[in-house]
């Protein structure tokens, strides 16, 4: 079961839209469209109608900005995409596949617990893992 907290949900006659607002940095476009960031798709698996419009508006002292707005056919194949890859993740263990981290160094530099990271893990191969 997913669950999300969503800022907030409009509701139409064409369907709904997922706002959530940030105050401080916004991912891009390119990164939200890409399915690295998925905090928007993520919301719009947790909802039981169809999403038309999901957006990330920046909140700044005198203005709303209009950041990122994913909709239309790049929000649904977005919402999919995201979809496939966590089913994939939640399967992978049913079939003996390693954990996966993350593995990109730029993050890995911002991480509180790299003692329990499963980089080293995720770097070696099935084989290597599971053998006798």
Not at 45 to 66: G, I, R, W, Y
Not at 71 to 90: E, F, S
Not at 102 to 129: F, H, P, S, V
């Amino acid at each position: 079961m997913l669950r999300a907290r969503i800022d907030r949900l409009d509701q139409s006659d064409r369907g709904q839209a997922i706002v959530d607002y940030k105050t401080s940095r916004v991912p891009d476009t390119v990164t939200v469209t890409s399915g690295e960031n998925i905090q928007l798709p993520f919301y719009a698996l947790t909802l039981e109608h169809a999403v038309t419009q999901a957006l990330f508006p920046k909140l700044s002292p005198t203005k709303v900005l209009d950041r990122v707005r994913i909709d239309g056919a790049d929000g649904n194949m977005v919402i999919t995409q995201v979809r496939d890859r966590l089913l994939a993740l939640q399967a992978a263990p049913e079939n003996t596949a390693a954990l996966p981290a993350w593995g990109d160094d730029q993050i890995c530099a911002y991480c509180d617990i790299q003692g329990l990271c499963r980089k080293e893990m995720w770097l070696e191969t099935n084989e290597e893992l599971f053998a006798p």
